[in-house]
């Protein structure tokens, strides 16, 4: 039943279906209460946070996965090796943690922290803490020595105060149907992304910019080149899985990018398509037949490394043209800087 709520609401917000006017009340009631908390933020009626420290926010205008998660590890790393000592906060969406802030590392319970806190964990080597208070777990996070915090996923909790804003855009589904929430895909308006410092397109942007920042957006690509055993036995290249069949599994907000992308190395791909951060049973990926069994990394942290031979993920790393990345990074490090002066 998920399944088919999700290709109803995929064809209504990114194929022209025509069901979202059945939604457009609903819309309407979410939209007057996302500009009225704006307002009540804008005119100080309700309080911003500064934490005394830079805060980098990635996030994102729509509803499920843009990449988000894997430009702040590309984030934290580069700011690291730049002389910061960032920290990464998380809201720990699809764990069942309590209400008080908790640190992850490696070794974390994705079903306690959520299945990005981990990866994060495992791909940065920042410190990590989740908490629905953001600026809770950011200010626990400082108080163990950061001096820089970057939030996943923190475009929409204003409450945490914040130094440099990056939306990220998926560059083949853009901004939908351009509806907010139920009708479109969008958490905010339109107008959101004149607010943000820098918009970043997942892919090549098939869209024509409409404002000054949408027009100055820099697009990225994830690219694989390993495919890694599950169990560590053995990483291999992706290009080796060139001309056979498997089966792609992905619970994440795009699974079409992930089946798109092993697709553009010839590889057949069987689809097996979850809601975004469903716990994954290995007794259910059983299909009867040899096929190896691909995954992505974000779904791969939610199983046990004790499996046979035939699953394995697919890292990704983020690749940006150094002749735009040298530039934004030399911005964002002079302005990290220049608040850490002021602070």
């Not at 590392?105 to 629905?132: F, H, N, W, Y």
């Not at 699974?255 to 689809?271: A, C, G, K, Y």
Request: aromatic letters at 8%; glycine letters at 8%.
């Amino acid at each position: 039943m998920r399944i088919l709520l999700y290709q109803w609401i995929h064809r209504v917000w990114y194929e022209g279906g025509s069901g979202y006017w059945l939604l457009l009340p609903v819309s309407g009631l979410f939209w007057i209460l996302i500009t009225l908390r704006r307002y009540l933020y804008r005119f100080g009626l309700l309080k911003q946070e500064m934490l005394g420290v830079p805060v980098i926010v990635v996030g994102n205008l729509t509803a499920g996965g843009t990449g988000k998660t894997p430009i702040v590890i590309w984030l934290a790393n580069a700011l690291r090796d730049r002389g910061f000592t960032p920290a990464i906060v998380s809201r720990g969406y699809g764990g069942s943690k309590s209400s008080s802030p908790m640190r992850v590392d490696t070794a974390s319970d994705p079903a306690v922290v959520g299945d990005e806190p981990v990866l994060l964990a495992r791909r940065s080597s920042c410190a990590i803490a989740v908490d629905k208070n953001r600026v809770r777990a950011a200010a626990m996070l400082i108080e163990d020595g950061a001096d820089l915090i970057i939030a996943d996923d923190g475009l929409q909790h204003l409450r945490l105060g914040r130094t440099y804003e990056i939306c990220v855009v998926d560059g083949a589904r853009w901004l939908g149907n351009r509806f907010v929430l139920p009708a479109g895909p969008l958490r905010e308006t339109t107008s959101r992304l004149n607010r943000v410092d820098q918009i970043l397109v997942n892919g090549r942007l098939h869209e024509a910019g409409e404002t000054a920042n949408e027009q100055n957006a820099i697009e990225f690509e994830l690219v694989a080149q390993d495919v890694c055993r599950l169990n560590g036995s053995l990483s291999r290249s992706i290009e080796r899985f060139g001309g056979t069949t498997v089966h792609g599994i992905a619970a994440i907000g795009n699974p079409t990018r992930f089946f798109d992308m092993l697709r553009s190395h010839n590889i057949q791909v069987i689809e097996h398509r979850l809601p975004d951060h469903s716990t994954i049973d290995v007794t259910n990926l059983s299909f009867g037949d040899d096929f190896d069994i691909l995954m992505t990394e974000k779904d791969a942290v939610k199983i046990e490394s004790r499996v046979s031979d035939r699953f394995w993920y697919v890292p990704v790393e983020v690749e940006l043209d150094p002749v735009l990345a040298g530039p934004w990074l030399e911005q964002i490090e002079s302005r990290m800087r220049n608040e850490q002066l002021a602070s």
